[in-house]
């Protein structure tokens, strides 16, 4: 008889499972598929860097509820590739291509300082970008600041985000972006090169972040800012910046000045000659910048598409452009043409094309590169000498007046035939796409008048809450002898 019940047992367990799997299979079964051709539309999506989610979408613009394909919610490896290279290329710039440059163009007994700075914001930016940086710059929150979603990069995984790419990580993605948040205050250190307290540069760039960097990235690139003309079609300023004419270039720019001007001068300003300890430094510096720029600029496509392909053309010629210009003028007006003019040329053109290089055609380009080399060298050349202010490595001078200059030209030179996204859906909700070539140059002035307001007033605020809780610079003891020694006993040449 237990035999019998046991044996009943076994028999009923066995065929409720049988009836379960049978359901899980009808369930599975009666999910949509996709039809061949949705499989293959999603697939060229990839190649046209678009949503792939677009191929499965119904009349009422919604997909069916488990519908989906291979390809959505995964990285594409060419995009995903290209990203990972120009992330190392931005990063090249700052190590060791800035650091190189500023090193060269200071005095020998500072160049140990240069590298220290450069390398101290890189690893102090590097964990504000982990804890909270991302977030505050790319998570969805307010028009002027991100919301903590993405704090300590919680979330930040494999997948794509697809607020800002269908094809790349968003892993990938915040670390490409972290690298433009370690080189813009770096390059803030080259206007108060030779006077300021390294644990004072730090904390001031810690300050510094949460109040210009992060507030400007998101109002420029985050998917709900209040300047992302191209992809929030809530934008209340319908402002285009590519690569970061106002989060990188404006900031880093006008913050320079700022800082310079509450530091003070150098020891000796006006009555010493300040020469650069090593040009070679500073030329190979140079081009050390310059072949980062392309991870920079071509980089911001976020895939390797046309624009990117454009970005890369445009990058080229307005930094080759403006560098001969400068060191043209340097031949007219002095009857040498320098080493050192060719690399400040390059670079304040590869400053002014950075926030059109994703937007305008190569005549377009010429043209900034051009202006680029023009309206800088007379900025460094004559304005600085009229004002007497002592930015020590010309970054007001380049990055601010080209970075200026350059996001006014973006509003005036952009052309939709190079970027479809001028004329997208974001850009038609609010109204970017009828101010293409009729009026854009305003809202360009816009977005430069709120970068100029924040970084300016940003940075003063800081300075003078540094100073009142330490000496922003050295004695004049340690400034004599040198930052290499007072700062980080070290010296960067025996002999």
Not at 175 to 200: D, K, Y
């Amino acid at each position: 008889m237990r035999k019998f019940f046991s044996r009943l047992a076994c028999a009923g367990a066995f065929f409720a499972i049988a009836a379960g799997l049978s359901a899980s299979a009808s369930a599975v079964e009666s999910k949509p598929k996709p039809t061949v051709e949705q499989r293959l539309d999603a697939m060229e999506a990839y190649f046209t860097n678009s949503d792939p989610s677009i191929a499965l979408k119904g009349a009422d613009g919604k997909i069916p509820t488990g519908l989906t394909t291979a390809t959505i919610g995964v990285p594409g490896p060419g995009h995903n590739a290209w990203m990972m290279l120009s992330a190392g290329a931005v990063l090249f710039m700052t190590l060791p291509g800035l650091a190189i440059f500023y090193g060269g163009l200071v005095r020998r007994k500072n160049v140990l300082s240069i590298l220290a700075q450069c390398f101290g914001v890189t690893t102090l930016v590097t964990v504000l970008w982990w804890a909270v940086g991302y977030s505050l710059s790319f998570a969805h929150g307010s028009p002027f600041l991100g919301g903590l979603d993405f704090a300590f990069l919680r979330g930040v995984d494999a997948k794509p985000n697809p607020d800002y790419s269908c094809w790349v990580s968003q892993n990938v993605y915040s670390m490409f972006q972290m690298m433009f948040a370690i080189i813009t205050p770096a390059l803030i250190v080259g206007a108060v090169a030779e006077r300021m307290r390294f644990m004072a540069i730090m904390s001031f760039v810690t300050l510094w972040m949460f109040t210009v960097y992060f507030p400007i990235t998101h109002m420029a690139w985050g998917v709900d800012g209040l300047m992302n003309g191209v992809f929030n079609p809530l934008a209340k300023i319908k402002a285009i910046d590519f690569a970061g004419g106002t989060v990188v270039e404006m900031a880093s720019g006008w913050s320079a000045l700022t800082l310079c001007l509450i530091v003070g001068r150098r020891m000796g300003f006006g009555k010493e000659h300040f020469a650069p300890h090593s040009m070679v430094f500073c030329m190979v510096g140079a081009g050390m910048l310059w072949v980062g720029w392309y991870g920079f600029n071509a980089g911001s496509a976020v895939a390797a598409d046309g624009i990117a392909a454009n970005a890369f053309v445009t990058t080229t010629l307005a930094g080759a452009v403006a560098s001969g210009t400068w060191a043209l003028i340097e031949y007219f007006v002095r009857g040498k043409a320098s080493v050192l003019g060719f690399c400040s040329g390059v670079v304040a053109g590869l400053v002014a094309i950075t926030p059109a290089c994703g937007f305008v055609n190569p005549t377009g380009a010429v043209i900034i590169g051009l202006l680029g080399g023009i309206i800088p060298f007379f900025a460094v050349v004559k304005l600085k000498s009229w004002l007497k202010y002592d930015d020590a490595l010309d970054v007001f001078g380049v990055h601010g007046v080209a970075g200026t200059m350059g996001l006014f030209l973006t509003g005036l030179l952009a052309d939709p035939e190079v970027n479809p996204n001028l004329l997208g859906m974001a850009a038609q909700a609010n109204g970017l796409a009828k101010l293409v070539g009729h009026g854009l140059w305003l809202e360009q002035l816009k977005a430069i008048g709120v970068t100029f307001t924040v970084a300016v007033v940003g940075t003063a605020v800081i300075a003078y809450a540094v100073q009142a809780a330490m000496a922003l610079r050295l004695s004049a003891e340690d400034e004599d002898a040198g930052l290499d020694l007072a700062e980080h006993g070290e010296e960067g040449y025996i002999l």
